[in-house]
């Protein structure tokens, strides 16, 4: 298995199977007035647990859903029953969203058998899939910390990569706020994108029907933004979320080297430290 993606129909043949772990991930933008275990409690895929991607996570900052320790995540995962040796399978209920976030952090936390769900929770309802309500019953299993540092960029390295031009910054951000041109849905964040920074909006990756767009389309989108595919690569976004899709749009392209850069623009347009630059 080379894709990053599993499809609804390889799934639903799986759904009994003892060596699948299913997790949703389903989260929702700041203001949107819902919350990912509301969505996941009024019906999910059978068997999966619910991943709360802002409360596993890193509580000594405020940061949004910054990556939690090695341990803290360890405890996490496997209190919702996870193990490194089975196949993890995430979704979300947008399509494909949020699900990539949990499928990094996976790959991050030493996870080799981790994919996304093509089209989530969206296309699994379209095609008249079975839900519950009810959570499943969770067998807690102990998991050894681990970190791929490799992975993940903080401030200190998306500085040093602007000054030592040693890889290629890829924005998921809409191009009016990339640009500057629309406000951050966060208070209290400048407007812009970091110096350099190549554009390639995480909505336009994903069909309407939130599958992901098959490779073609994929390298086309990251070509005409001036991306270098055969160069490193750090992508960004507004706190790391969509960031994580760009990583997967660019594992299905054969680079499952890809960096995020967790605090993102919430971090980075925060601080008046940091450069900006407006405009295209």
Not at 38 to 46: M, N, Q, V
Not at 145 to 164: E, H, I, K, N, Y
Not at 193 to 208: C, D, E, F, S, T
Request: glycine content about 10%.
């Amino acid at each position: 298995m080379t894709d990053p993606l599993v499809s609804t129909a390889w799934l639903a043949e799986r759904l009994s199977s003892e060596d699948i772990r299913i997790v949703d991930a389903t989260w929702f933008m700041p203001g949107e007035g819902k919350t990912g275990a509301e969505a996941y409690a009024a019906g999910h895929i059978p068997g999966a647990v619910f991943f709360d991607i802002d409360a596993i996570a890193d509580h000594a900052t405020d940061l949004p859903h910054m990556l939690p320790s090695d341990a803290a995540f360890a405890e996490a995962a496997g209190a919702l029953g996870l193990r490194r040796d089975l196949i993890t399978v995430v979704y979300d209920g947008q399509g494909i969203f949020s699900a990539p976030r949990v499928w990094w952090t996976l790959r991050v936390m030493g996870f080799p058998e981790a994919f996304v769900l093509d089209g989530g929770l969206k296309a699994w309802r379209a095609e008249g899939r079975p839900l519950e309500t009810a959570a499943p019953d969770i067998t807690v299993t102990t998991i050894e910390p681990a970190f791929d540092p490799s992975l993940v960029r903080d401030l200190d390295a998306v500085r040093a990569t602007l000054a030592g031009h040693d890889a290629q910054l890829v924005d998921a951000r809409s191009a009016a706020r990339f640009r500057g041109e629309a406000p951050e849905p966060r208070v209290g964040l400048r407007s812009g994108h970091m110096p350099g920074a190549r554009n390639v909006p995480w909505n336009g990756l994903v069909k309407p029907d939130g599958t992901m767009k098959a490779g073609p389309e994929l390298k086309a989108a990251f070509q005409a933004a001036g991306v270098d595919l055969n160069g490193p690569i750090v992508t960004t976004c507004g706190s790391g979320v969509s960031a994580s899709l760009l990583a997967l749009a660019l594992a299905r392209l054969g680079r499952d080297d890809v960096a995020v850069y967790d605090g993102s623009w919430t971090e980075w347009g925060g601080r008046a430290d940091t450069p900006i630059v407006t405009g295209a």
